[in-house]
Nanobody
Framework: QVQLVESGGGLVQAGGSLRVSCTAS????????MGWFRQAPGKEREFVAA????????YYADSVKGRFTISRDNAKNTVYLQMNSLKPEDTAVYYC???????????????WGQGTQVTVSS
């Protein structure tokens, strides 16, 4: 069992930066692929980024490539999403999730956090 808690969301102006974090409970964090997803009002949840257990393989949605960076610190059971050059269309609730396998499909992820709101003003 893995419990995930996100933090670091907030309000930022367009062009600004924000870092969200996700801390996991349990001693098996390093065995999971970690992903970030987001859901805007009236839209489906969409993939944002994912990182392999070792941190060697990264996945990004085209919409955030070059602006967002995912990283993890297995010693701290934490995964991060650094978001730069934020746009109003990045406004959403951001969720972290854990999966035993690599992939971008939300159905692969067994554990989810409660989400943190990120709002980008124009």
């Amino acid at each position: 069992q893995v419990q995930l808690v996100e933090s670091g969301g907030g309000l930022v102006q367009a062009g600004g930066s924000l870092r969200v974090s996700c801390t996991a409970s349990g001693r098996t964090f390093s065995r999971y692929v970690m992903g970030w997803f987001r859901q805007a009002p009236g839209k489906e949840r969409e993939f944002v980024a994912a990182i392999s257990w070792s941190g060697d393989t990264l996945y990004y949605a085209d919409s955030v490539k070059g602006r967002f960076t995912i990283s993890r610190d297995n010693a701290k059971n934490t995964v991060y999403l650094q978001m730069n050059s934020l746009k109003p269309e990045d406004t959403a609730v951001y969720y972290c999730a854990a999966s035993p396998v690599e992939g971008v499909n939300p159905a692969l992820y067994d554990y989810w956090g409660q989400g943190t709101q990120v709002t980008v003003s124009s």
